[in-house]
Every structure is written in structure tokens, then in C-alpha cells.
């Protein structure tokens, strides 16, 4: 799937090398390959690729990445922009209301 | 059917104190691919409750999360169960646990496995060793194809609601009176909106690697345009008159404003499309496929007041 790459420049992934112990976790939950090995510590191999869901910042122990994450879809994006209240993008207000996604929503 | 599986510790085979823990989330197909991709082997199964949700959408909802695991943990009473303190969690859990945290609060140490269940036998020989190829999110035809069902129903219901309205535009302006007009201007434009689902929910995520441009709504605009020019040739609209020429324009707005919009909504389902992205396309995208759409509407009305 090399011909499968969305638009350029745009993620919003940060990495601070200094912070970086070379532990390699951020390599290991990455689905796109987005991190190399450089020696002892990492580097981003290829930056388009990365799609910021957000699996590498979380388990990084050493806060030297971030990103930000968010429903990727464009419904919920034409959804936060349509009504008024951040459900998140996918619940009706009333269920993101009490923190609970139910199972009566066919959305996920 | 019941896609929900309750939480909580499950035993595949007959597994002792030093077995293999799995984590997997309660949805029906998680569970299932993960208990049949080890068929013959003794393990534990800790299943978390993610509102029946699968792994990867749950983790990056944060259900599948490091709070539930560690709540699950010691509700399950795992810790009496196992005398190792290790897990097995699927890769695509990553956005939603914390690997360290799990460890500072439940003394477990997770490993990543491979993204998909099936190669799970293969990571286990190895050593707990996963291959490049199988820490890699593909997006294979299947992949892809498999998706096109749930578009589809989900663009149902709009679908029906926006065909009746194509149909009873139809019936306003020329000649004739409004039914025999409504048939005679509103099927082929009910037909041409069939062809532009058609186009975006299915022909675009078959195509979507060989199509050209990054922006999905690039994707859906060719298709759609492709699509026009086709329906244009088939309804045999004489482009050496001016109401030939309008007719045509109308269709080669409305078409490919439908099938750009069903595209652009595939990015939900697709698996290397970031929210940023998303965000950058559709500033430009919706706009256009509102535009195209209302104008191609308008020139398609309008026409039959002016001819």
C-alpha cells in the first residue's frame, strides 16, 4: 500500500529528540511505519504518513511526542460544525451529554 | 444478534497460572477473530468492556482505554488468576492505552502484538516477535470493498429523501403537465443521482489507490466527472444547442458534487487519513460540492423556464 498517502504537510505531529530515550515503543504501535531507528534514538521517517491517532504520544513515557487527535471523519467534522455543543464529532448531543456512547447509535 | 460480548476473564483451552493474557475489546467480531486465530493453544482472554465497540475505533475513543484495562484487571481478579504479570494487547490498542501507566498502577506489563489476530500464532512462535509487515495498517481491495455495504446503507435514507425531491422538481416548468413532466425530467435525474452513489460509495473505494489526487474529493470529482460526460452521451443531449449545452453543464455540476461529497465522506472509514487532513480538505471541498450541486440543480430547473 506505498500508493496510499493523503495530503502533505498537514499533521500536527511534534517530537522533541531531546526527550527521546530510544525505547522504540512509538516504532512498535505505529500502523504506518512513520518512525526509524537512528541509532539510539528515533526519527520521523516519513511524516505524511501519519494519520494522528495518537498511539505513539500516548505511550511515550517521556513526553517527547505529541499530536493531536480527534474523530477523523468528515461527518463529524460537518457535525461539530453544525450544531453548536463539541460532542466529540459522533454522538447526538443528549447521549455525549452524560460521557456515555450508547449502544444504540449505529455510528462507530 | 447480539454483537456485545460481556466482560470479564474468559479461558480459551485450558490455561494454567503461567498461560498467555489477551486483551481484546467486547465486540462480537474482536472476540471471535481473537479466540479462533488460536486454535489448539491455552490462554486467557480478558475482555474489556467497550460498549461492544471494536478495538481500534474503542481505543481512539478512549473506551479501550488504560483506565478500563486497569479497572477490568482487578474486577477480573486476574492478579490470583496468572503468576506472570504480562499482557497481550492488539497494536491498534496503542491510541488508547498507555503502556508505562498500566504498569505503574496494575504491575502489568503490556506488549504490543500484531494488528491482526491471524498473525498471532506466528508472534507467539517467534517469540513475541512481530515482523514489520505485521505492525503495517494495510488497506487492501477486500478492505476497502468490505466497507462499501455500510456507505451504502448509511446513504440510504438521505437517498430517498433527495430522489422524491429530484422527481417532483421534475415536474415544474416545460411543456407538459406536472406528472407526465415529473416522469419525463425527474427519472433521468433521479437515475443520474443513482449512477453518482453509485460512483462515490463504490466504484471510488474499489479505484481509490489507482485514482489521482490526495484529497479523496479529487477522487470523487473525476469519477464524478467521468460519470457526467457518460449520462451526458447516454441521454443523448444535442451539445450544438444552447439548451443542450445547459443540460449538459447541469449535469456535469450535479453529478460530480454527490460523488465528491460520498468520497470525501470515506475518509471515516479509511485507514491513513489524519483529522488534519480531513479538516484541510473539506474547507475547500464542501464549499465546491455545495456550489456544484445547487448550480447544477438551478441550471437544471431553470432551463425548462427559459426554453
Keep these: 500500500m506505498n500508493n496510499l498517502v493523503y495530503l502533505k504537510d498537514i499533521v500536527t505531529l511534534v517530537y522533541d529528540e531531546g526527550k527521546c530515550t530510544g525505547c522504540g515503543l512509538c ?35 517521556f513526553g517527547a511526542l505529541s499530536v493531536q487527535t480527534g474523530v477523523g471523519c468528515a461527518a463529524a467534522v460537518i ?27 449505529g455510528c462507530c | ?50 460498549l461492544g465497540i471494536n478495538v481500534w475505533c474503542a481505543a ?31 497494536q491498534l490498542a496503542g491510541p488508547g492505552v498507555a503502556a508505562h501507566e498500566v504498569k505503574k498502577r496494575s504491575g502489568f506489563t503490556v506488549r504490543y502484538g500484531p494488528i491482526k489476530a491471524s498473525d498471532l500464532p506466528d508472534y507467539l512462535d517467534a517469540g513475541c516477535r512481530a515482523t514489520a509487515a505485521m505492525r503495517s495498517k494495510t488497506f487492501t481491495l477486500w478492505e476497502r470493498a ?24 421534475g415536474g415544474l416548468g416545460g411543456s407538459d403537465g406536472f406528472w407526465t413532466n415529473a416522469l419525463n425530467q425527474g427519472t433521468p435525474a433521479v437515475l443520474a443521482f443513482l449512477a453518482a452513489i453509485l460512483g462515490g460509495t463504490v466504484i471510488h473505494p474499489l479505484l481509490l489507490p489507482y485514482l489521482p489526487g490526495r484529497a479523496f474529493t479529487t477522487k470523487g470529482l473525476i469519477i464524478g466527472a467521468v460519470t457526467a460526460v457518460l449520462f451526458v452521451g447516454l441521454a443523448g443531449l444535442d451539445l450544438q444547442t444552447w439548451p443542450g449545452r445547459l443540460g449538459a453543464l447541469a449535469w456535469l455540476m450535479f453529478i460530480p458534487a454527490f460523488t465528491a461529497y460520498l468520497a470525501m465522506n470515506y475518509t471515516g472509514c479509511s485507514t491513513f487519513t489524519s483529522l488534519s487532513g480531513v479538516k484541510r480538505e473539506m474547507r475547500w471541498a464542501l464549499p465546491l460540492e455545495i456550489g456544484m450541486g445547487l448550480g447544477g440543480l438551478t441550471v437544471w430547473v431553470a432551463l425548462r423556464f427559459v426554453s
Design chain 1, 27 to 61: 516504532r512498535e504501535v505505529c500502523p504506518h511505519n512513520v518512525f526509524g531507528m537512528n541509532g539510539k534514538r528515533v526519527f520521523i521517517r516519513d511524516r505524511d504518513a501519519c494519520m494522528e491517532c495518537g498511539a505513539c504520544s500516548r505511550n511515550c513515557a
Design chain 1, 79 to 105: 457535525h461539530s460544525l453544525v450544531s453548536r455543543k463539541d460532542t466529540g464529532g459522533c454522538c447526538p448531543p443528549d447521549i455525549s451529554a452524560n460521557g456515555n456512547c450508547g449502544k444504540s447509535t
Design chain 2, 1 to 50: 444478534m447480539e454483537y456485545a460480548v460481556d466482560p470479564g476473564l474468559y479461558a480459551l483451552g485450558n490455561p494454567g497460572d503461567r498461560s498467555e493474557v489477551f486483551v481484546t475489546a467486547n465486540y462480537k467480531m474482536s472476540f471471535d477473530a481473537l479466540r479462533s486465530s488460536l486454535p489448539g493453544r491455552d490462554a486467557w482472554i480478558l475482555v474489556l468492556d467497550t
Design chain 2, 60 to 90: 481512539g475513543k478512549g473506551t479501550f482505554g488504560t483506565d478500563e484495562l486497569v479497572e477490568r484487571i482487578k474486577t477480573s481478579g486476574l492478579t490470583d488468576v496468572v503468576s506472570h504479570r504480562t499482557l497481550i494487547l492488539p
Design chain 2, 146 to 169: 468490505v466497507l462499501i455495504p455500510v456507505e451504502l446503507v448509511h446513504a440510504l435514507k438521505p437517498a430517498l429523501l433527495i430522489m422524491a425531491g429530484l422527481f417532483l422538481l
